[in-house]
Antibody, heavy 117, light 110 residues
Framework: EVQLVESGGGVVQPGGSLRLSCAVSGFTFRSFWMSWVRQAPGKGLEWVANIDQDGNKKYFVDSVKGRFTISRDNAKNSLYLQMSSLRPEDTAVYYC??????????WGQGTLVTVSS | QSVLTQPPSVSAAPGQKVTISCSGS????????VSWYQQLPGTAPKLLIYDNYERPSGIPDRFSGSKSGTSATLGITGLQTGDEADYYCGTWDTSLSAGVFGGGTKLTVL
């Protein structure tokens, strides 16, 4: 069974940093693109970033470029999202997903990030 | 303002059919595959359709997808109360080099 479990969410002050993790199991992690998608409270889905199988290709939505980085550790079956210079508008549930921007076929349960003073 | 445009809401009676549209441009829908997602209240999204019209295993054939030019459509037949959810289209935007979603459509089964 494919499983994705996010962790690392919490409350952080504006300008602060946070690192999200996504532990996966049930499939060959190193064979898939992976993505982060977020959803602000009461709002729609917003694609955030993705990374290729080797970690060489990375893409980001404009609003997080220069502030967020995406990485993976294929030996640990884990995906990461390092978030810095956080803003109130980054407040959202962050989902990790298997797949690239065209199709995410498995999703985690999400982790809530709240940016507030 | 989402890159992909969906109607905010649609509704239909149980047993009926509904379609949800998703409009984009040549840089996204026009030249890339479209996916559709269902998000039940309080849960993570679920993939319903990929590559414009393909269904993952376990998704009933009541759900269908199509694409024409720069628009895509999700069809749901034999509506059930359990289909009440938010539905999102998504694809890649070649000009933005980023994934994009529609704003979402809330389906109400009356």
């Amino acid at each position: 069974e494919v499983q994705l479990v996010e962790s690392g969410g919490g409350v952080v002050q504006p300008g602060g940093s946070l690192r999200l993790s996504c532990a996966v199991s049930g499939f060959t992690f190193r064979s898939f693109w992976m993505s982060w998608v977020r959803q602000a409270p009461g709002k729609g889905l917003e694609w955030v970033a993705n990374i290729d199988q080797d970690g060489n290709k990375k893409y980001f939505v404009d609003s997080v470029k220069g502030r967020f980085t995406i990485s993976r550790d294929n030996a640990k079956n884990s995906l990461y999202l390092q978030m810095s210079s956080l803003r109130p508008e980054d407040t959202a549930v962050y989902y990790c997903g298997r797949g690239s921007g065209t199709s995410v076929d498995n999703w985690g349960q999400g982790t809530l990030v709240t940016v507030s003073s | 303002q989402s890159v992909l445009t969906q109607p905010p809401s649609v509704s239909a009676a149980p047993g009926q059919k509904v379609t949800i549209s998703c409009s984009g441009s040549s840089s996204n829908i026009g030249n890339n595959f479209v996916s559709w997602y269902q998000q039940l209240p309080g849960t993570a999204p679920k993939l319903l359709i990929y590559d414009n019209y393909e269904r993952p295993s376990g998704i009933p054939d009541r759900f269908s997808g199509s694409k024409s030019g720069t628009s895509a459509t999700l069809g749901i037949t034999g509506l059930q109360t359990g289909d009440e959810a938010d539905y999102y289209c998504g694809t890649w935007d070649t000009s933005l080099s980023a994934g994009v979603f529609g704003g979402g459509t809330k389906l109400t089964v009356l």
